[in-house]
């Protein structure tokens, strides 16, 4: 009979929570293995922006920039209606700071302060990110130094059982590999970090029925094994109705055209040649909006300045050369370009033009002032309403402890990212830029440390 392997903590999954809690635990001097399902770690994180909100960095404060933890969590309370639980939104605001200096002074991940625009629901510039502004580049950091650190990573291994004894305490992880042969590993603790459930389509049908019909732009791992699992333990849930969604993924590409576009300027119209919402809500909650339109399409309008500015984003240059972007001179050949009444699309341009120079309201709420008005050469880029990851699930405590529906907390496991609850609310509104990797990063920073401890004080 083959000899369980023992590793004090053991991690499932290796996106940015798994890899963020082996360093925090490796950083203990406690052995850690990571178990991976794919051949190569890339998670949710590796189809983001890789961006990290924090606040009152020193960077923000050499630049000028008045910003707070406080400032923070009431940025998430204002974004949320209050929806999300404050004391964990103040909790993750603190640890901010600390989560990029660590990152990057401890294990160095190379983050820097975006500069030029600040996200929507945000009061301060406070996005961190590595050079190219992309989640595959900073995966690809962390996992450099995941294994500078001396972290056991174990990949293409499938975990499909979680074997606890009575106390709900988890002593032995079960996982198989591409031959069909089953292993063991007992451990100490437990880091859930497999993401959420937003790639299986009962589950989002079950819990966030306005997206059932979305594309899923998301981790084919997304398959909500964290919150089986966390369930099966006895741990309480929260927020499954909470999601990212994204009213700008390109149509037929699969590649998102961010945010900044918009708010920077550029608007968007349906099928009619007309715009339809506040774009600069947010992408999260854009994204059933775009959907409400003929064919669960819309346009995103913009000029040669705001396609400058989308050029600093691997994003958009993969759009580029996907040749997802539309350009014309003029408007009347944009309109024929895209197949939109030309008529319709000049009365709308003319409408946000007005608006930007502070004439009249905007129907739907929207300030367009404060930018320059749009003007030739004309860029188009056709979009869909998409999702991409839930914000609900397990409920965990300061420490990142899953916690039982009465409030007390699971022996050894322990919980981040899209395996916990985020702080993000209820709906798709409550999304603030970064939440995602926020909780990703500082939680698996929190889960790390607390793993660490737990096994250090024996």
């Avoid at 983001?48 to 404060?61: D, F, K, M, R, V």
């Avoid at 600040?118 to 962390?142: F, I, Q, V, W």
């Avoid at 965990?396 to 899953?402: G, L, T």
């Amino acid at each position: 009979m083959t000899e369980t392997m023992h590793v004090p903590v053991v991690v499932i999954g290796a996106g940015a929570t798994g890899l963020c809690a082996a360093l925090a635990a490796c950083d203990a001097g406690v052995e850690v293995l990571v178990i991976e399902r794919d051949v190569t770690p890339l998670g949710s994180t590796a189809m983001s922006t890789g961006l990290i909100p924090a606040a009152g960095t020193p960077e923000q404060a050499a630049q000028g920039l008045v910003d707070s933890p406080e400032l923070f969590a009431e940025d998430i309370t204002r974004k949320t209606k209050g929806h999300a639980d404050p004391a964990m939104a103040l909790n993750l605001a603190r640890h901010s700071a600390e989560t990029i200096a660590w990152m990057r002074s401890n294990h160095s991940i190379p983050l820097d302060l975006l500069d030029g625009f600040t996200y929507p629901g945000h009061s301060a510039r406070r996005m961190y990110g590595t050079p190219k502004r992309s989640g595959g580049e900073l995966m690809g950091c962390l996992q450099s130094a995941a294994e500078d650190a001396g972290a056991m990573l174990l990949t293409d291994a499938a975990v499909t059982e979680l074997v606890a004894d009575d106390t709900g305490r988890v002593t032995l992880v079960r996982f198989s590999r591409p031959d069909g042969s089953v292993e063991d590993v007992s451990c100490d603790a437990l880091i859930l970090a497999c993401s959420g459930f937003a790639g299986d389509a009962a589950l989002v049908a079950r819990h966030i029925p306005e997206m059932a019909e979305a594309t899923f732009h998301g981790h084919p791992g997304n398959k909500g094994d964290a919150l089986r699992w966390g369930e099966q333990l006895g741990a309480a849930t929260a927020d499954l109705t909470g999601y990212q969604g994204h009213g700008g993924l390109a149509h037929g590409y699969g590649i998102p055209i961010l945010w900044p576009l918009i708010m920077q300027g550029g608007f968007q119209v349906n099928l009619d040649g007309r715009r339809f919402s506040n774009e600069a809500a947010g992408y999260s909650e854009q994204a059933a909006k775009v959907n409400a339109q003929a064919g669960h399409v819309a346009w995103s309008i913009f000029d040669a300045r705001l396609h400058a500015l989308m050029c600093e984003f691997e994003d958009y240059r993969d759009a580029l050369s996907a040749q997802a972007i539309v350009t014309a001179d003029d408007l009347d050949a944009l309109a024929f370009a895209i197949r939109l009444p030309p008529e319709a699309l000049a009365e709308t341009v003319m409408q946000v033009a007005a608006l930007t120079r502070g004439e009249g309201e905007d129907a739907f709420g929207r300030d367009f002032t404060g930018k320059p008005e749009l003007a030739g050469p004309w860029y188009a880029a056709k979009v869909t309403g998409a999702l991409f990851h839930t914000q609900g699930g397990l409920v965990v405590d300061d420490e990142a402890r899953v916690l039982r529906k009465d409030g007390s907390a699971l022996p050894n496991v322990f919980a981040g990212g899209g395996a916990a609850r985020g702080i993000s609310g209820d709906g798709s509104y409550g999304y603030l830029a970064g939440n995602g990797l926020l909780t990703a990063t500082t939680l698996g920073k929190i889960a790390g440390r607390s793993a660490a401890a737990l096994v250090t004080r024996g």
